[in-house]
């Protein structure tokens, strides 16, 4: 009887043992499932952490330049945020006007704005002397604003000069006495005022385009939607200057227009995004011609120290701000009727 007695409790214990073994195995098994969804929990949190200030670098500051040459001098306004400066510049036959925008949300990100800045309109005009042997005047301008904005965007594969998650976009305009050319990189805009009529220069370069669409997807890229449609989930525009860290997808190629100017061009209106979320191209025009030529009336009489230009540039961004606009605002107002920048039949 003692025998079977202390079988018994062998057996039990035995049987304890093994339940034991059995917990402490599944008890592993859920610390290891623990740890994962731990690891889980931080990767997720380092991915918020870096939506939120990849969000934050969607905010928006201007940097506005405007080039001439020679002695004979016109007026061009321009306004920067809730800045109102106008300023004149001379010109001859050609006249550049550069609207760059740079996204905000760290200490290094005016580096590839006031490199853009500084130095794509020298760019520009190396390109177009080296072009002297291609055939055609406008295929020698899209060339060399082409070669331009590669020239700027390589520059910053050298991450010594800015990190590779900031960007900058680019608009540039060329107003010759016949044409205006222009080339865009990025969601800022140009709109003509030829008369009542509002005529776009440029197509803002965003990941809802059907054709950038298909270029991103069909390289490897994916289209997210935080907040609004971004590659990657990141950037709201398609095209930039910088952004590495988002190649191939994100492409600095601009798209170039050509445009002959004819004697009812009024104005032109460059403006970055902040204007166009809120405002049509049809209300700015309507706006921008109504405001120039009621300051061109009040011309004579007027002592206003500042270009007709200038009023309208302040008087469309008032708008835009009384319409609730989220993001910054800059607007470059340039007079057609200006005399300097009257049309010729001949380039």
């Not at 222009?182 to 803002?204: E, F």
């Not at 997807?217 to 709201?236: A, Y």
């Not at 405001?291 to 302040?314: I, M």
Request: include cysteine; glycine fraction near 6%; proline fraction near 3%.
């Amino acid at each position: 009887m003692e025998t079977c007695e202390m079988t018994r409790k062998a057996s039990r214990s035995r049987d304890m043992l093994l339940g034991l073994e059995e917990r402490v195995v599944n008890l592993k098994d859920s610390l290891g499932d623990v740890k994962k969804t731990l690891e889980e929990v931080k990767r997720r949190i380092v991915e918020l952490d870096l939506k939120e200030e990849q969000l934050n670098e969607v905010k928006r500051s201007c940097f506005l330049r405007i080039i001439g040459s020679s002695n004979s001098g016109s007026n061009c306004a321009f306004n920067i945020g809730k800045q109102r400066l106008a300023k004149p510049f001379d010109v001859r036959r050609i006249f550049v006007f550069k609207l760059f925008f740079e996204i905000v949300g760290g200490a290094n990100v005016a580096l590839v704005s006031n490199y853009c800045a500084n130095e794509l309109c020298r760019i520009v005009a190396e390109e177009w002397e080296r072009g002297s042997s291609l055939d055609g005047w406008n295929k020698r301008w899209e060339v060399a604003l082409c070669k331009a904005y590669e020239r700027a965007d390589n520059a910053f594969k050298d991450e010594a000069l800015a990190p590779k998650s900031v960007g900058s976009t680019a608009l540039v305009l060329i107003v010759s006495p016949c044409q205006i050319i222009a080339a865009n990189c990025g969601d800022s805009r140009a709109v003509l005022c030829r008369g009542a009529q509002a005529i776009p220069l440029t197509v803002d370069q965003k990941p809802d385009r059907a054709d950038e669409l298909e270029r991103i997807t069909s390289s490897g890229g994916r289209i997210l939607n935080w907040g609004c449609l971004r590659v990657e989930g990141i950037l709201s525009m398609s095209r930039a200057i910088g952004d590495h860290d988002l190649k191939p997808w994100v492409i600095s190629v601009p798209e170039v227009t050509f445009t002959t100017r004819t004697k009812e061009d009024e104005c032109l209106i460059l403006a970055s995004d902040g204007l166009w979320d809120v405002l049509s191209n049809d209300d700015v025009v309507k706006l921008a011609r109504k405001e120039l030529r009621q300051r061109h009336r009040l011309a004579g009489a007027n002592k206003s120290s500042f270009p007709p230009a200038w009023h309208v540039s302040q008087h469309v961004l008032k708008q835009a701000l009384d319409a609730y606009s989220l993001d910054n605002i800059s607007v470059i107002v340039v007079d057609l009727k200006n005399p300097k920048l009257k049309p010729q039949e001949k380039p």
